[in-house]
C-alpha cells in the first residue's frame, strides 16, 4: 500500500505557473505508475498526465500537451506536475494517483491509491 499526499496547489493569473507535489510513502514508490487527475464539481474525474515507473515514458491529455509536464524522483518517492501558461478552465482539485503494473492508464477506477487532492485556482 502507498499513502500519498498532494501539495502546491494555490490561486494564480491566467498565464501564470505553479508545480504540484505527490509525496509518497509506505511501499516501494518505483513500482507504481503515477498519474495526475483533476475534478471540478458536478464533472467526472478527468485525466491530466501519467508518467512510468522509472520516468521514461509518459503521457498527456490534449488539452494539457505542451502546457504541463508530468515528472518523478523515485529517489525522493515524489512526483511532480509543472503546468505552465494556466488558464481559467485548469480550475480544479487536483489529485496524484497510484497504480501498479505498467500501463499508464488515463482511466481513474484503474488507479488504486489517491491522495487527498489539492486546490488549482486561475483567475482571468
Known amino acids: 500500500q502507498v499513502q500519498l499526499v498532494e501539495s502546491g496547489g494555490g490561486l494564480v493569473q491566467a498565464g501564470g505557473s505553479l508545480r504540484l507535489s505527490c509525496a509518497a510513502s509506505?511501499?516501494?514508490?518505483?513500482?507504481?505508475?503515477m498519474g495526475w487527475f483533476r475534478q471540478t464539481p458536478g464533472k467526472e474525474r478527468e485525466f491530466v498526465a501519467a508518467?512510468?515507473?522509472?520516468?521514461?515514458?509518459?503521457y498527456y491529455a490534449d488539452s494539457v500537451k505542451g502546457r504541463f509536464t508530468i515528472s518523478r524522483d523515485n529517489a525522493k518517492n515524489t512526483a511532480w506536475l509543472q503546468m505552465n501558461s494556466l488558464k481559467p478552465e485548469d480550475t480544479a482539485v487536483y489529485y496524484c494517483?497510484?497504480?501498479?503494473?505498467?500501463?499508464?492508464?488515463?482511466?481513474?477506477?484503474?488507479?488504486?491509491?489517491w491522495g487527498q487532492g489539492t486546490q488549482v485556482t486561475v483567475s482571468s
Open positions: 494517483a497510484a497504480r501498479g503494473g505498467s500501463y499508464l492508464s488515463t482511466a481513474p477506477e484503474e488507479y488504486h491509491y
Open positions: 508518467i512510468s515507473r522509472y520516468g521514461s515514458s509518459t
Open positions: 509506505g511501499r516501494t514508490f518505483s513500482s507504481y505508475v
